[in-house]
Structures are given as structure tokens and as C-alpha cells.
Nanobody
Framework: QVQLAESGGGLVQAGGSLRLSCAAS????????MAWFRQVPGKEREFVSG????????RYADSAKGRFTISRDNAKNTVYLQMNSLKPEDTAIYYCAAREPYSPVSNYIPNVDYDYWGQGTQVTVSS
């Protein structure tokens, strides 16, 4: 129903910044809850940040709060993750995810049960 494509990953030094983008192919982007996850080989995929359908509310993992900012532009079918003050432990493959609007609550942002996934983009933080 929707295809997701991440971009913006790369190599950055500790303390630096990076902005990830996720472009959606569908025409009903605004109905989806959107989120970013990350995964290190051998470990479980973990929730990083999510944003409600309208963008009015956001949610962050404790590790991301204060450093990362999620946003969305429904007119451009795009969600972003601005990452500042990056640390080596942020190194991972970052995935964009979309969730169908199962809940009637407009500001609901789960950290599980997402339906669609992008291919991932590698973020590597050195030193």
C-alpha cells in the first residue's frame, strides 16, 4: 500500500549532525503514523522516534530525547529525522516505518506493530 525509501545516512564524527529522510510513494501519506527504528547486527530492532499523522505529537526513545528531532511534511510525503550530537553508540542501520491508522486516537504513536518498512540507511559515527 505504501513504499518507503530512506536516504541521508553516512559517516560522521562524534558530536556531528546528520539528517535522514524517508520518502513515501503513496498518495495517502497523511493517514500513517510514521517512525524511525534502528538495528545493530545481532541485536533487536529498537524504536527511536515516532510522529503522529498530523505531526502534532512526537515520541522519542530515552536515548534520542534531546538530541534527535522527528518531523514530517505531508505535502511532500516525507518524514525526517534530524540527529545532533551523535555518539558512536548511534551507529546502526536506520529504518523508516509506517503504521496503518488502527487507532481512532489521532495522537497515538506506538513503538511496535508497524506495517511497512524501508530498506534502511547506514549511519556510522566514528571515534
Amino acid at each position: 500500500q505504501v513504499q518507503l525509501a530512506e536516504s541521508g545516512g553516512g559517516l560522521v564524527q562524534a558530536g556531528g549532525s546528520l539528517r535522514l529522510s524517508c520518502a513515501a510513494s503513496g498518495h495517502t501519506f497523511s493517514v500513517y503514523v510514521m517512525a524511525w527504528f534502528r538495528q545493530v547486527p545481532g541485536k533487536e530492532r529498537e524504536f527511536v522516534s515516532g510522529i503522529s499523522r498530523t505531526g502534532a505529537t512526537t515520541r522519542y526513545a530515552d536515548s534520542a530525547k534531546g538530541r534527535f528531532t522527528i518531523s514530517r511534511d505531508n505535502a511532500k510525503n516525507t518524514v525526517y529525522l534530524q540527529m545532533n550530537s551523535l555518539k558512536p553508540e548511534d551507529t546502526a542501520i536506520y529504518y523508516c516505518a509506517a503504521r496503518e491508522p488502527y487507532s481512532p486516537v489521532s495522537n497515538y504513536i506506538p513503538n511496535v506493530d508497524y506495517d511497512y518498512w524501508g530498506q534502511g540507511t547506514q549511519v556510522t559515527v566514528s571515534s
